[in-house]
């Protein structure tokens, strides 16, 4: 199976702050990474497909890049509506698998 | 419009088999590329995708609950179901069916989920 790692486990951040996080996968996957957001008590959103197309209705302040192994999360602006934990997942080849997770906080 | 919705016991006991109903609507399972899966998330701990159901009816799980899992379609219902065999604590989580759209270029995701069913394993 695909191994996907998150750095950092958790991050603190202010408004307005630019935040990226990373997403490292065992084995070169091309671009098939989508990242997650989940909200507590919530289920997950999709925010980003292919590792850098943006999801219908997520604002642009967020962006994905990366490809093979290496992959990124940016918020541009933190606002408060994007403390949350962000998860990676690769859609290379089954079982399909995510990061550990990310959380974003205050 | 597309929705999701989990159903099943909320508490089930050591051993015993864990069968979770996924009903939704607004697509259906018989277009090509489209597939379902069921995740879990146990308290404050990570995704894990447990087992997805395509179109075409070709299954995909977990490499370590493999032995333990049986996901199957009706689309005359709408629904998938998921089955799990001898739970344990463990296996105590929240479990999610979400909504798998193929896109161009052949990448897919997970863009509609159900709200979630916390499943606890107790006796």
């Known amino acids: 199976d695909i191994q996907m790692t998150q750095s950092p486990s958790s991050l603190s951040a202010s408004v307005g702050d630019r935040v990226t996080i990373f997403c490292r996968a065992s084995q070169s996957i091309g671009n098939y990474l989508n990242w997650y957001q989940q909200k507590p008590g919530k289920a997950p959103r999709l925010l980003i497909y292919a590792a850098s197309s943006l999801q219908s209705g997520v604002p642009s302040r967020l962006s994905g890049s990366g490809s093979g192994t290496e992959f990124s999360l940016t918020i541009s602006s933190l606002q408060p509506e994007d403390f949350a934990t962000y998860y990676c997942q690769q859609s290379y080849i089954s079982p399909l698998t995510f990061g550990g997770g990310t959380k974003v906080e205050i | 419009q597309i929705t999701l919705k989990e159903s099943g016991p909320t508490v089930v006991k050591p051993t015993q088999t864990l069968t979770l109903t996924c009903d939704f609507s607004?697509?259906?399972?018989?277009?090509?590329?489209?597939?379902v899966g069921w995740l879990r998330q146990p308290p404050g701990k990570a995704l894990e995708c447990l087992a997805v159901?395509?179109?075409?009816?070709?299954?995909r799980y977990s490499s370590s609950l493999k032995s333990r899992l049986t996901i199957t379609k009706d689309t005359s219902k709408n629904h998938v179901v998921l089955t799990m065999t001898n739970m344990d604590p463990v296996d105590t989580a929240t479990y999610f069916c979400a909504h798998l759209d193929r896109r161009s270029g052949g990448y897919s995701a997970f863009d509609y989920w159900g709200q979630g069913a916390l499943v606890t394993v107790s006796s």
């Open positions: 607004g697509f259906s399972l018989n277009t090509g590329g489209v597939g």
């Open positions: 159901i395509y179109w075409d009816d070709t299954k």
